[in-house]
Each structure stands twice: as structure tokens, then as C-alpha cells.
């Protein structure tokens, strides 16, 4: 079975760029949540989204939007990126919207110049 | 203002030996609690959790107890094998049986098992 997959796995934009990043999920799963990881920290949280709706959001502005596709894929948007967005972009994916049961992917390095 | 610390970045720990990697948090609403393990390239992977009930949690070598008077919660690893040396997190969560499954993690704790 393939796991929850993302993409790109590596990308460089320059500030003020947009970027939009992807998600699948593990078949089946119908949770999606998306989370940041700078480097020297943990994962911090910005989207959850189970069944298509939206049902938790972290503490980002709201240049980050994210969204849940029929087949329960998703995409995290980030728009006028800053220096600060640099990070790991995790997306965790899950049958129910409960973390014990979260498979991550691998991961998007975003590097904004 | 970290909810959840871990105030150990790095643990050196001998093969066959006990490793305890520890985790403390501040929220009281906290009802729900998860330890990830990390490699290099690869997203974390949940190894064990334990719920506010309950004060031990046990899945073949690895153990979770927590102490909820002194928001404290450990992790014990034994024996200790070269394949556990990865980067661990502490996550918790305060809507256990709600709907927005948001965990917070602690910035993370490094084994190394030589």
C-alpha cells in the first residue's frame, strides 16, 4: 500500500512568490492536516481537514489556505512567502481526525529566498 | 510559550540499556498524549500514546507513563537498539474525542543507541 505522499518533495521560491503544495492520502483516509516543521523544532499545526470540511486551523496568517478534494487529497497554498516560511511542510492523513491514528508523508522542503 | 518542552535536545544511551526521554507540558486541558519517532528524510511516525486515564501504557519495548499532577509524561525504551536512535517528539492533544485533532509537539528529543 503506498503511504501519504507529497509533493514536491523540494522546492526553492523567492519571497512574495506563491506556492502550492500537495498531499495524497493513504486510500481510505479521509483526514488530511497540514503541519509546519522549522528547522530545530516540532511540527506545528495549520489545517485539518476531514470529510472535505475545514476543522481546525492553527496560528498562521492567512496568507496560508489549504483545501480538501473529493477524492480527500488536499493542497496547502501560501501566498506572498517570506523568508520565514522556510520549513518542512508535513501532511498527516488519517481515517479518523484523532493523531494516534496520523501516518505522515515525507515531507515538502520549502526554501524561500 | 511551548505547551509541551522537552528540555533534553539530545540522549546518548548504551545498547541493551533503559533510554527514558521525557516531556513536559503546561495545559491542564490536555487530555491526550503521543510520542513520534523521527528518521532523517522521512515524516515521524507515531510509536505510542496514552490517554489522561490511564498512567502507563505499554507496547512491547516501549512504555509511556504519565504523571498528570506534575504534567509530566516519559518515554522507556528498553532494551535500547541501534535502530531506535532517531529524533523523538512529544505531542499532545486536548480534544481527544473531539474534532479538530490538533497536536501540539515539544521540539524534540535526539537518541542516539551506539
Known amino acids: 500500500d503506498a503511504g501519504v505522499t507529497q509533493s514536491p518533495t523540494h522546492l526553492i521560491k523567492t519571497r512574495g512568490q506563491h506556492v502550492t503544495l500537495r498531499c495524497s492520502p493513504i486510500s481510505g483516509h479521509k483526514s488530511v492536516s497540514w503541519y509546519q516543521q522549522v528547522l530545530g523544532q516540532g511540527p506545528q499545526f495549520i489545517f485539518q481537514y476531514y470529510e472535505k470540511e475545514e476543522r481546525g486551523r492553527g496560528n498562521f496568517p492567512d496568507r496560508f489556505s489549504a483545501r480538501q478534494f473529493p477524492n480527500y487529497s488536499s493542497e496547502l497554498n501560501v501566498n506572498a512567502l517570506l523568508l520565514g516560511d522556510s520549513a518542512l511542510y508535513l501532511c498527516?492523513?488519517?481515517?479518523?481526525?484523532?493523531?494516534?491514528?496520523?501516518?505522515f508523508g515525507s515531507g515538502t522542503r520549502l526554501t524561500v529566498v | 510559550d511551548q505547551q509541551v518542552k522537552q528540555n533534553s535536545p539530545s540522549l546518548s544511551v548504551q545498547e541493551g540499556r533503559i533510554s527514558i526521554l521525557n516531556c513536559d507540558y503546561t495545559n491542564s486541558m490536555f487530555d491526550y498524549f503521543l510520542w513520534y519517532k523521527k528518521y532523517p528524510a522521512e515524516g515521524p511516525t507515531f510509536l505510542i500514546s496514552?490517554?489522561?486515564?490511564?498512567d502507563k501504557n505499554e507496547d512491547g519495548r516501549f512504555t509511556v507513563f504519565l504523571n498528570k499532577s506534575a504534567k509530566h509524561l516519559s518515554l522507556h525504551i528498553v532494551p535500547s537498539q541501534p535502530g531506535d536512535s532517531a529524533v523523538y517528539f512529544c505531542a499532545a492533544s486536548e480534544d481527544y474525542g473531539g474534532s479538530q485533532g490538533n497536536l501540539i509537539f515539544g521540539k524534540g528529543t535526539k537518541l542516539s543507541v551506539k
Open positions: 496514552i490517554s489522561s486515564i490511564k
Open positions: 498527516a492523513s488519517s481515517v479518523r481526525d484523532r493523531g494516534d491514528g496520523y501516518t
